[in-house]
Structure formats: C-alpha cells, structure tokens
C-alpha cells in the first residue's frame, strides 16, 4: 500500500492504524510529540517504524515527514472535551492549525490522499438522532469547533488545490491502548481500568447520556479502505461508527457483568461542553466506500477488557 505518514502515531488510534497499514504491506513513517501518546504502544513494531519525534506546529518536521509519502492518516490531536473547555487557545494550536500544518505540507510533497481524525462531537446539541453528515454542525466545546474547522480546511484544499481529503467523524472510539490514567481519558478506558482494580467509577449525569461506542478495528478498516477506493470520497466527511446507542449506565452495567465488579458507581454532575446524545448513521460511509461493521460494542468491550487484564 505505498509509503504512508501517520500523525500522532504513538496514540491510541495512530499506533492502531500502524499495525493495521504494516499489516497490509505499507512502508510507514510516524511523527509524535508525545505529548499524549506513549512510545510502548508501539513496542513490538517500533523497528519497523520510522519514527520522528516532533511537535505537529513544527512545519520543517512536517514537510520532512510527508516527503516520498503516498497517504497521510492525520490523527495528531489533543482530543478531549473538557481540556478543550479549561484551555481554548492552548489545544487550538495542534487541533486546528496542526491541521493546517499538515495540509499544507501534503499539498507541497503532492500526497495522493490525507486522512483526517473527525470528530462526531461536530454535530453538538442538534437533537436529531441519528447523525448524518447531511445536518448542520452545531459544534459546542471548542474542541468540537476545532475538529469542525479542520474539516472545512480539509474541503478547502481539495477544492482549491486539488488535495484529496478525507473527513473522518469518529464516534467514541474504545479499544486497547486507550490510556485510562488521566481524568481527561474516555469513559470506558476509565470504567474498565478502575473496575478490573475494583475502584469506584463516576458518571457524569443521571447515567441517560448516551454515545456510539466504536470499537478501534472499524476505525483501522474505515481508514484502509476510503485510502484505497477509486469511489469519489475527495473533500468528503463520512461518519465512522456502529450505529447503536448505549447509554453510559449501560456501558457500565456491561462492563461490570464482563469484569464481574461487585461495586458500586458514583454519580456527578455533568461535565461543561458534555453533549446528551449521540448516535451515527453509517449508511453514508457503506454505501460510498464500502465501509462495514467489523466489530460490535460488546465484541470489542470483551476484547478490550481481556488487553486490560
Ligand atoms: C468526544 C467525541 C468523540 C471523540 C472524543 C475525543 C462526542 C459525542 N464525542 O467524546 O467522538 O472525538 O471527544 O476523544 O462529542 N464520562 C463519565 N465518567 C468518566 C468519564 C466520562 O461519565 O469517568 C462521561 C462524559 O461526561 C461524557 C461521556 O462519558 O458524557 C463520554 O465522555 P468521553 O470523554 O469518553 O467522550 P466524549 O463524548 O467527550
């Protein structure tokens, strides 16, 4: 699959994607700051790899890094809600113009398709459910606007430049590797992590808040495959999701019947920037490359919850 640059390669979803692209035959470059990525996520193909430690608002490591390449998989980012909320301006630097930055040095290298880590946190508080990617962002936390703006940025080139691009909405991606140790982490990183030590977990709300858990496999094969297709995804934003809702009591009842936890969980109030509800329709992404449902919310929490123990 050519020679490819993922951004943010040490996190959570660029180390997954890395395994996914070696796996297909792909030469693979990465460039981390480590900021919230962590190098031991890479530790069995960290010789395969050629890794640049840099910052994503470095522009000469970036255009270093996107020299020879075919595909850009752009997942750098810091990706929380409520960091978004405490520090605007400190996580629009590599959210939003990090983006830029990348955009920018794929256009100068001439790159044949970048990939872009979305977010489902672009449709806000609109309270039709699902999401399609026909309704208008109502973006809430400045993360969501950052996300969002990265997109527009994304069409921007593609149709000024001729840069194919692709938007990628992630829904609540979950899997192993997610880090579970900051308070910023995803909720079922965290529920996992402190019910498997038999620590109380927190809900933020009543429990009735609800998301599209997508379990990291579908985000490495939604990725594969909109790199490879010859269908017109260029300047395009698909959701990337399962399409079921699961409220967060759910998740923790299921994570407590797999985990056998015996306690108890603690309610709070809800986060700033928290939206309610959020539920994707995949049919978009299905119907236009191809993308598929490779594993469901319980299949991967099993899976999950077996790396974490
Ligand atoms: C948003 C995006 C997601 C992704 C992510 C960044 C939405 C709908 N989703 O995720 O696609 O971009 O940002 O990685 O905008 N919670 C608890 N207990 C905890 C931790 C969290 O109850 O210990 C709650 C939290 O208040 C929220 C829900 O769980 O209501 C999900 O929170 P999260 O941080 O896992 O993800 P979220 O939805 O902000």
Redesign the pocket.
Known sequence: MANVLITGISGFIGSSLARGLLAEGATVRGIDNLSTGNLANLDEIRSRIDLREADILDATAIDDACRGIDYVFHQAAI????KSVIDPIGTNGPNLNGTLFVLEAARKAGIKRLMYAA???A?GENPTLPKTEAMLPEPL?P??VQ?LAGEHYLASYTRVFGLETVAL?????FGPRQDPTS??????A??ISQMTKGET?????DGS?S?DFTYIDNVVSANLTVAKTSAPVAGKVFNVATGQRIT?LEAFEEVKRITGYTGTVEFKP??EG??KH?VADISQAQSVFGYEVVASFSEGLEKTIAYYR
């Open positions: 990706p929380s809600v409520p977010s489902s946190a449709y936390s993360y969501a996300k909405r992630y829904f609540n991606i308070q910023y982490s995803g909720v079922l965290r529920f977990p927190t809900i933020f709300g808040t998301r967060l809800e986060r928290d939206i959020s």
